[in-house]
C-alpha cells in the first residue's frame, strides 16, 4: 500500500474537484482525505488531497500523467509527494536550548517522523545537549565581516546531507537571501512574539514597555523581509502587571516550544502550502 | 443563482468523492465547497459539499436523481436543502435573560440569518425583552403534575409556526421524549459547565465546591439522557480561588451566551452532522 | 456598614503596608482585601485595599485624616471613595450596534452597577435601541470642520449630567485633547486588534492581509496619543484562512463585546491603576 | 540579605494583616510581597508574605517570636521557610517520556530551581533518559500482589535522599495511602484530562467517544481517593472530529508537560496552599 499527498493551487473554475478525483479514481487510487479552499478575492483554489494505491505504485509515472492532464488543463501550480518518506531536518541553534530540548524530545520518543541529521550553531554552548541526544553538532562562528563564509560553510553542510527543511529554533542571526533562495518556504522560524506587533530584536521587553495583557508567539516561513513570511502557527499566553521581563521571557519559552514544534509537525505533514505570503493551513 | 448545501454520511468505500462531484459537475453545478471527513475506526464517510447552479435550479428534480443514482449506489443517509431559505427558530426561556438579550441583539443586527417567529417562557419575567425586541411571547407555565399539558400547547405553537429548530436559552425545564421525537437534532441547548463534567442541575456550585480552575460551557443537541446529547461547542474561562459561587455565575454568562450563539450559526449554516451521539462540524 | 477603597501608589520604601494597615485598624476598620504590587524597575509601590467600617463612616474626615498622616509621610498618589456610590456612565456609539446591545442588556439585567444617563452619537440610526432600553439618546452630528463644536456639545451634556467616566462603544471618532483632559483615563475604549499589532483604522482588513492566525481585541484608556494607552484588558479568538474579511469581523464583534464589558467592570470595581501609560490590574 | 516566605491560614477576624505586618515590620523586616484572601463562605483568612531581612537573620528565632505571638493570638495555621533554600525533588516515571524529558530539560536550562536526587521507575525504559541527564535512576519494579515491598523500597530511598516533594511525571501506579501520609500535599500528579470529567484510566479514549470539543489535563496534589485531590492548575487545547485517539494522546502530551511544569513551579515557590481539598494559589 503506498500514499501520495498531493497540493494544488490554481486560478478557481469550475469543475477542479471533479477533474481531479475522476483521475486519481481513474488510476485505482482511494481518496482518503480531501480538504480544499477557494481564495474568493483571489479567484485562487487550493486543494489537498491524500490518495492510497493497493499495487506497487510508480510514482514518477503518475506524477507525468497527472501532470500532463489536469494539471496542464487547469493551470496548477502542484507537488505529488510520497507521504512515506521520511523529511531530513536541519535545527540551527544559538544559545537558548528550550527549544533544542524540546524538538529532541520529540524526536526521541518517535513523536516527530523526520531524520536530524545535523545541528548548526554559531556558538559551541549547546555542543552537549546534541551530543546527549546523539545528533552531529557542527559550531559555525559568525563573525560580523564574514557572515557569507560561514554561510557558505551551512550550506555546503545541508548540500552534503540532502537537507529537505531548516528550523531556526531560536537562532539569533539574520538568514541571507542566498540561503532563503536554496530552501523557499523550508526555513521555518519562531519568533517570540504575536506577530505582527513586536517584529525584530527584544520582543518581551517592548511587550513590558507596552503593557499588554497577553504575549505571544509565532512561527513562520523565513522571507526576505525580517520576521514578515508567512504565519504558520500562533498561541498566546495570558500575563499580568506582576509579570516582570525576566517572567515573560520564562513563559515564552513554553509558547515558542509548543508553537514552533506544531509548525514543524504541520510542514512535516504536507498541511502547509503558501500563497501571497500567507499559508493555507489543511485541516 | 441557487445555491444548495449537501450532508451525507455514508459506509466509507472507495469511489465517493468522485462520484458525487461528477455527479454535480454533470448537472452543470459549480460546487465551491468540499468537507469531507472518513471515521476510520467505524469506517463511516462524512461530506458536506455546497454547490452553485446559475440557471434556475428545480431543486425537486435534482434530489430525485441524486437519491436514484449516487444515494442508492452508497447507501447514503443525505440532506440536500437550499442554502437560501432561512429557518425558523424557536427561542425558550425560563427567567435568566443573559442569552435572550444576546440573541435578539444578534438577530436584530443582522447577524443571526434567522426568523424567530416565537418565544416560549415558562414565566412571564422576559416578557418585557421579547416585546422590546417586537418578538411575540408566549407565557407557559410548566406545572408539576401537568407538564404534558404544557407540552401539548408547546407543540401545537411550533406546529402552528412551522419551527424548524428550538433553541433552550437557559430553559431550565427538562424536555419531553415526545418534544425531542418531534424535533431530532434539531433542539439546541446551553448547559453552564465544560461537559460531561457537572452535568445535571446547579453546575457553578460543584465547580466551585470542586476547585476547578477553568470552568465552561457547552452547546449540544437535546437527547432522552440529560446533559448528554452530541456536543456542538464548548469553550473555557479561567477562573481561581478568588471568584465566589455568584462570580462563577457571571462569569459564565459570557461563555454561555458567546457558546450558544456559536453552536446556532453553525447550525443555521448546516455544517453540524449527528452520527454516533457525536457531532461532526464541518469547517 | 460602609465600605470604602483606597489606591495607592508612591515609591517604594519598607513599612508601607504595616504603616497603611496599621492606620485603618486604628480607625476601627477592618480590612477585607488587600493587593499590592511592587514595580521593582521603577522603585514605585501599588496598593489597592477594601476596608468596612462598622460605624457611621465619616468619609471626608478619614480622608483628611490619612492624608495627613500616612499619604504625606510616605508620598503617595492616593484615591479613597465609597465603594457603594454607583458611578455615572455615558456611552457614546456610531452605527454598530453589538456593543451597545451587549452593554445595555448587562445593565438592564443589574450585571453592571452603574448609571447610564445618556448616549451620545454621531449618527442617530441606534436610536431606536436606547428607546427601547429607555435611555436618552442624544445625536450629535460631527461635521469635518466643526469638531469644536460637536464636541462643546457634548462636554455640555457630560457635565450637566455629571458623569464619571465614557465608554466609547465602536465610536467612529477622535477624541479631542479637550476632551481627554476633562476625562483623564475615565475614557474607556475597545479598539478590535490585539494592540499594538494594527492600530489605527480597518485592522481586521489588515490582520486578513497579514495572514494571522488569531485576531484579538483591546480595551484602553483613551490618551493624546491613538490606540497607544494604557491597556485594561485583551482577549483573542483563533482563525484560519477560512475566514473571510467579513468572517474576522462577526467573529471580532464577539470578543469586542466581552473585552470592553470586562474592562468596565474592572474600571467600576476600582480595580485599575494607572501608571507610567501601563495599568495595574488588582485582583 | 536573607528572605524567607510566610503562608498561613487562620479564622477570619479583624486586624490580622495589621497584626502581621507590624509584627515583621517590628523585627526590621522589610515585606516585599503581601497576597491575601478571605473565603468569606468559610470565614478562613489566607495570607502569603515575603519579607527581606537585611542582617543575618535567626530564622529559628524569627519563628518562635512569630508563633508565640501573633500565630497563637489568632490560632494561624502557618509556616515560615526560607526562600533561598532549593527543594529536593523525585520524579516518579513509568514508560511515557514526554514530561521526563520535559523537566529535565526545564532542569538542566536552571529554569527549575531544585534538586532531583532521583528518578524512581516500575520499568527500566527510560532509565538511558535519566543517564544522559545524569540523574540517579531506581528501577523498582511494581508486581501485583507485592506492592507495599516496592513502596518500602522507594520510601527508603526518599528518606535517605531526603526528598522534600514527589512528582508523578505519568506514573501509572496508584499510590498507597502510606506514601501519602509520608508526603501530604507533597506528590504532585498529572492528569489526562479536564478533571471531574474522565477521571481514571484512559481518559482521551472517553473524551474521544464523549465527542468534546476541548480537552484538558490536570495538575493536582495526591490524595487517597483517586484523581480527587486539590486542583494546582489545568489547561486545554481545543479538538475536533478530525482527531482520532491517537492525535488527542499527541496533543495531550504538550497539555501535559505545560500543565505539570506549572504546578511545580508554583509548589517551588511556595504559591499553593491546600485548604478544603482545594488550592488557594498566590500570585
Known amino acids: 500500500m503506498s500514499k501520495i499527498t498531493l497540493l494544488i ?5 469550475s469543475g477542479i474537484i471533479a477533474g481531479v478525483t475522476s483521475f486519481f479514481h481513474g488510476q485505482q487510487g482511494n481518496i482518503i482525505y480531501i480538504d480544499q479552499y477557494v481564495d474568493r478575492e483571489n479567484k485562487v483554489f487550493f486543494m489537498r488531497l491524500e490518495c492510497e494505491f493497493s499495487e506497487d505504485l510508480k510514482l514518477d509515472r503518475l506524477k507525468q500523467k497527472f501532470g500532463a492532464s489536469i494539471a496542464e488543463k487547469y493551470e496548477m501550480t ?3 509527494a510520497s507521504a512515506e518518506a521520511p523529511e531530513k531536518m536541519a535545527i540551527f541553534v544559538s544559545k537558548y536550548e528550550h527549544c533544542l530540548y524540546d524538538l529532541l524530545g520529540r524526536y526521541k520518543s518517535g513523536e516527530l517522523e523526520v531524520e536530524i541529521p545535523l545541528i548548526i550553531s554559531n556558538h559551541d554552548k549547546l555542543q552537549p545537549i546534541a551530543e ?4 552531529p553538532f557542527y559550531h559555525i562562528p559568525v563573525e560580523k ?4 563564509e560561514a554561510e557558505a560553510k551551512q ?3 545541508l548540500k552534503k546531507e540532502k537537507i529537505d527543511f531548516i528550523v531556526l529554533a531560536r537562532y539569533m542571526q539574520i ?6 533562495e536554496a530552501f523557499p518556504n523550508r526555513i521555518i522560524n519562531i519568533h517570540h512574539s504575536f506577530l505582527p506587533a513586536f517584529a525584530g530584536a527584544k ?13 505571544g508567539a509565532t512561527s513562520h516561513y523565513v522571507t526576505a523581509e525580517l520576521d514578515a513570511g508567512p504565519i504558520i502557527e500562533q498561541d498566546i499566553s495570558r500575563i499580568s502587571h506582576h509579570h516582570s521581563i525576566r517572567d515573560l521571557i520564562l513563559k515564552g519559552r513554553d509558547l515558542e516550544k509548543i508553537v514552533l514544534a506544531r509548525a514543524i509537525k504541520l510542514h512535516l505533514a504536507r498541511k502547509t502550502l503558501v500563497y501571497n505570503n500567507k499559508t493555507v493551513i489543511f485541516t
Request: glycine share 8%.
Open 9 to 13: 493551487h490554481c486560478p478557481d473554475t
Open 78 to 80: 502542484w507537488k505529488i
Open 132 to 135: 546527549s541526544f546523539g545528533i
Open 145 to 148: 565581516n564574514r557572515k557569507s
Open 155 to 157: 550550506l555546503e553542510l
Open 175 to 180: 538568514i541571507s537571501g542566498e540561503m532563503i
Open 203 to 215: 520582543p518581551y521587553h517592548s511587550a513590558y514597555k507596552r503593557g499588554v495583557k497577553i504575549i
